[in-house]
């Protein structure tokens, strides 16, 4: 008998690769059962909704950037060492964002032509995604200045995951993201810290 947890994690698993590759709307439940090796029926002792599995899916790619992103964060480190963690993480998945596009953002921009609870769960994430560059620009920036850093990155790095897919070139998102280092340079002196910060 397998383990119920893992099969959950299975479960989460293909739904989030359908997601990403086929999108919300376009994935069934039959599909995700599929793809996890389950009948219909039995998806459904796991999530009884569709909904329910996107929040999953979303609870999991959550979990799984702030791992990325947060974990390894220590205490009193600069904001170009934060922010240049997150331009790593870019840089590592540039063959997957040249394929599908960016998995979190195509979800908010499908989600959020429905509305509603669909497309405010779908935001989150690249909200706090948002809230994360903010919070480090604000080490060295005010708190407006730092806002529109967070922006200009955030949009740079979603820009480029839409056009490496739309040229299935993950040579786009490495550019993009060098060309990101190189603004962080006039933005994020080293050794720079706001004063009072």
């Known amino acids: 008998m397998s383990d119920p947890s893992s099969t959950r994690e299975r479960v989460v698993a293909a739904a989030a690769h359908l997601f990403a590759t086929r999108?919300?709307?376009a994935t069934s439940i039959a599909d995700v059962a599929?793809?996890?090796g389950l009948l219909k029926g039995n998806l459904a002792y796991y999530f009884k909704t569709k909904q329910d599995l996107l929040g999953a899916v979303l609870d999991a790619r959550a979990t799984a950037l702030w791992e990325a992103l947060v974990a390894p964060a220590q205490e009193d480190e600069d904001a170009r060492t934060t922010v240049c963690r997150?331009?790593?993480?870019?840089?590592?998945?540039?063959?997957?964002?040249?394929?599908f596009g960016c998995p979190v953002g195509s979800l908010a921009i499908e989600l959020g032509k429905v509305g509603g609870d669909l497309h405010a769960r779908s935001a989150c994430l690249l909200l706090r995604l948002e809230s994360y560059l903010r919070e480090a620009f604000a080490h060295v920036l005010t708190p407006a200045q730092a806002?529109?850093?967070?922006?200009?990155?955030?949009?740079?790095?979603?820009?480029?995951?839409?056009?490496?897919?739309?040229?299935?070139?993950?040579?786009?998102?490495?550019?993009?993201?060098?060309?990101?280092?190189?603004?962080?340079?006039?933005?994020?002196?080293?050794?720079?810290?706001?004063?009072?910060?």
């Open 34 to 36: 599929q793809a996890s």
């Open 147 to 197: 806002q529109l850093a967070a922006e200009h990155l955030l949009s740079r790095l979603q820009g480029a995951a839409v056009v490496a897919q739309a040229r299935r070139d993950p040579a786009v998102v490495r550019r993009q993201v060098d060309e990101a280092r190189a603004w962080l340079d006039t933005v994020l002196p080293l050794g720079k810290r706001r004063p009072g910060a």
């Open 23 to 25: 999108g919300f709307a």
């Open 86 to 99: 997150l331009l790593d993480h870019v840089e590592s998945t540039a063959a997957e964002l040249a394929q």
